[in-house]
């Protein structure tokens, strides 16, 4: 055949192609819609209803953030003479915070002599929280738990948390809380006031004793 009628022929079979090539490209993502059994995008739904509660003003002045690594070693008795005591060994992180709490402040609290001294008797310093970090803590084994490994491992991390308070409070944490306080407050007060400044804390009256 002789070469020109070749071209002729052979011409448009390769334009059907290259329509229907063209074609298919448009519709293909359609027709993959209808199919049921072709895979599809996976898509996240949430519906959710925020209210807001409760607005409190804290007025609480954190000064002191004191961390801690412990390793727990948590023994719960068995509750039948015949079994052996149950063991959580936890590698715990935890924080405690000290802090001022700002609103305790009164008028009379603040006290102005002359023309260049201003006395402020501050409440005294607080333990603002005190807890685990689970991002730094681990269980390092359990043992004759019994499948209630969960709860022993919660009582485990219960412990470990008042441990944190105590550890906070043995380490003089509310002393250096009223340390700072004056560190940082003195200047503040100073430049707001152009007075010179002295800190004070206010005495607290211990609660009288019950009668048993």
Not at 42 to 51: D, E, G, K, M, P
Not at 181 to 201: C, E, K, S
Request: net charge positive.
């Amino acid at each position: 055949m002789p070469l020109p009628r070749f071209l002729r022929r052979l011409l448009p079979l390769l334009f059907l192609a290259a329509l229907g090539w063209f074609l298919w490209r448009k519709v293909a993502p359609a027709l993959a819609t209808l199919n049921p059994l072709a895979a599809q995008e996976q898509r996240v739904t949430v519906t959710h209803n925020t209210v807001l509660t409760q607005v409190e003003g804290l007025g609480r002045l954190e000064l002191v953030r004191y961390r801690f690594r412990d390793v727990v070693e948590y023994r719960r008795t068995a509750k039948y003479p015949f079994l052996p005591d149950a063991k959580a060994v936890l590698i715990v992180g935890g924080e405690a915070v000290g802090c001022l709490d700002l609103r305790k402040i009164k008028p009379q609290d603040v006290t102005l002599e002359g023309d260049s001294l201003v006395r402020v008797l501050l409440p005294a310093p607080e333990l603002a929280s005190f807890q685990i970090d689970h991002k730094q803590s681990r269980v390092f084994s359990t043992s004759n738990g019994f499948f209630d490994d969960a709860s022993l491992v919660d009582d485990a991390y219960r412990y470990a948390e008042a441990e944190v308070r105590r550890a906070a409070l043995q380490s003089g944490i509310l002393p250096e809380t009223q340390r700072q306080a004056q560190q940082i407050l003195t200047p503040l007060l100073r430049t707001l006031t152009g007075r010179r400044v002295v800190l004070g804390q206010r005495l607290t009256v211990p609660a009288p004793a019950r009668k048993l």
